[in-house]
């Protein structure tokens, strides 16, 4: 179903060894250290908070699995006049004069899209996975319920309602269901929840997993959208450690006349590198599907809506829906990443990311970890280190002091909430991309397995284990982060690229 897109030729002067995407050659150095010789001219400060970024980079142990490193060809890609440009429109129909060459940029990014994920239509103006995700909510209130207002009304457009139809349309647009998977089992806070205005847009209900196993319990699911008749069923996540069966999702969805939206913004490289395929693969399942591009697709930082033709008119309503002008310059980097993405590599990646994350948590079990759902199967590992006697917030923290940086996460029905929680979500995309094997991963769990039962819980006068404060031996920390550096040695960050 996807249109033709030319081959992307690979150059020739690009090898296929494990940290391609990050080793840069000589001109990658000139091109880096001229533009902060530019930027240091007008503003020092920033050029040095620029260069003192890539050094952090290179020496932290980067574990954050929403969390990766853009080439040097997307980075450059950013920094340019294409940044200028006012493009409100799309491709070929823009209301503002001078659009060739984002058309251009535009038109490649949804090209190598469409292709890379076999999709009808791709949208590549979201600035975040947040605006897609709006996008996606709005195009499918707009196919679903303002469309057919419309046709009852006999209007072709909305500024054609009365006062009285147009206010009916609003109470309807505001009356509509959301199913999405629950924050506490790894769902995404614009999947419905109040604190997001998606949570205010919409009447939510959530599903999530057996506590027996962790995984999805889609009967129960199927039992709440038969019950609840949502508009809209979303799947997709940011801490579920396991495969999604889109397939079923798609039934279920069908069953009580519900679209599909599969927010893939975590693992979309890995449907990129064809790992998540068949029945896990979203894009031949889901009538709408959103992501970013910066997490495991490792893109620049910003959102891409991709659906099926008869979403395609409504998507492309972003802006003015919930959008203004699109960035162009990111644009330009999309294309240049998802032509990285199309690259035999990128599948080579892909695997790469999931080959990790399963050693990693083999080496957490073996060392006596609690891992939610018991492993994974994808990019990352949910650990419970209440085993440890550790909050999330602790263990996240006694990490970091030892140069391990995770984040912490609530794990299902989790006693210390969502600001302590029990959890600490440990992702493989970056140190993949940084060339990090299966062997590298097990020393990365005896490290931070070693930093977990070193740590203890304060206690405070009253006898009670503190949830933030905590006790970790320095000459520990130090220990481990000198291991972590030394680990890192062998793999080094954009090795051409020398600014000091
Ligand atoms: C990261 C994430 C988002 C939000 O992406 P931003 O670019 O930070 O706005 C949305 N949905 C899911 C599932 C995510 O993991």
Redesign the pocket.
């Known amino acids: 179903m996807a249109s033709p897109v030319p081959p992307v030729s690979s150059s020739p002067s690009t090898s296929p060894s494990a940290s391609a995407a990050v080793s840069s050659n000589a001109t990658a150095d000139t091109a880096f250290r001229s533009a902060l010789d530019v930027v240091r001219a007008v503003e020092p400060r920033v050029a040095d908070a620029i260069g003192a970024e890539i050094e952090d980079q290179r020496a932290s142990l980067k574990l954050i699995a929403?969390e990766n490193y853009a080439s040097p060809a997307v980075l450059l890609a950013m920094g340019n006049w294409l940044s200028d440009k006012y493009a409100e429109g799309t491709v070929g129909r823009r209301f503002y004069a001078g659009c060739r060459n984002v058309d251009t940029v535009e038109s490649l990014a949804a090209e190598h899209a469409r292709a890379l994920f076999g999709a009808q239509h791709a949208y590549v103006q979201p600035h975040?996975?947040?605006?897609a995700?709006l996008v996606a909510f709005w195009a499918v209130l707009s196919q679903r319920v303002e469309s057919p207002a419309l046709r009852r009304a006999e209007a072709r457009h909305v500024n054609d309602l009365s006062e009285q139809e147009w206010a009916e349309l609003r109470a309807e647009l505001g009356n509509q269901r959301m199913l999405g998977m629950s924050l506490d089992t790894g769902g995404?806070l614009?999947h419905g929840f109040r604190p997001n205005i998606s949570g205010k847009m919409f009447e939510q209900r959530s599903y999530g997993t057996d506590p027996a196993t962790g995984l999805i319990d889609y009967d129960a699911l199927r039992a709440t959208a038969r019950e609840f008749r949502p508009l809209i069923l979303v799947a997709?996540?940011?801490a579920y450690p396991r495969l999604v069966n889109f397939r079923l999702m798609r039934e279920i969805a069908d069953e009580v006349g519900a679209t599909l939206m599969v927010?893939m913004?975590?693992f979309a490289g890995l449907v990129a590198g064809k790992v998540l395929t068949g029945d896990f693969d979203p894009v031949p399942h889901a009538q709408i599907v959103t992501t970013?591009t910066?997490?495991s697709l490792r893109g620049p930082?910003g959102?891409m809506v991709l659906c099926d033709d008869a979403l395609a008119e409504h998507v492309d309503r972003g802006c003015p829906m919930v959008l203004g002008g699109p960035l162009p310059h990111v644009m330009a980097a999309k294309a240049v990443a998802f032509a990285e993405a199309r690259r035999p590599e990128f599948q080579d990646y892909a695997r790469r990311v999931v080959d990790n994350a399963q050693a990693l948590a083999e080496g957490l079990l073996r060392r006596g970890a609690t891992l939610v759902t018991g492993g994974t199967d994808n990019h990352l590992v949910l650990a419970d280190v209440s085993g440890y006697g550790l909050t999330g917030r602790q263990a996240e923290a006694a990490l970091l002091d030892s140069g391990i940086v995770t984040n912490r996460n609530a794990v299902p029905q989790d006693p210390n909430g969502a600001w302590y929680t029990s959890g600490v979500r440990i992702g493989t995309p970056a140190l993949t991309t940084r060339g990090l094997g299966t062997a590298e991963m097990d020393e990365v769990a005896e490290l931070i397995d070693t930093v977990l039962r070193g740590t203890t819980a304060r206690v405070s006068g009253g006898g009670e284990p503190s949830k933030a404060q905590y006790e970790l031996d320095p000459a520990l920390c130090e220990a481990i982060a000198r291991r972590g550096a030394d680990l890192l040695a062998g793999f080094p960050l954009y090795p051409g690229i020398h600014l000091g």
Not at 128 to 131: L, Q, V
């Open positions: 929403s975040s996975g947040i605006d995700n995404h614009t997709g996540y940011s927010d913004a975590h970013t910066h997490k930082r959102g």
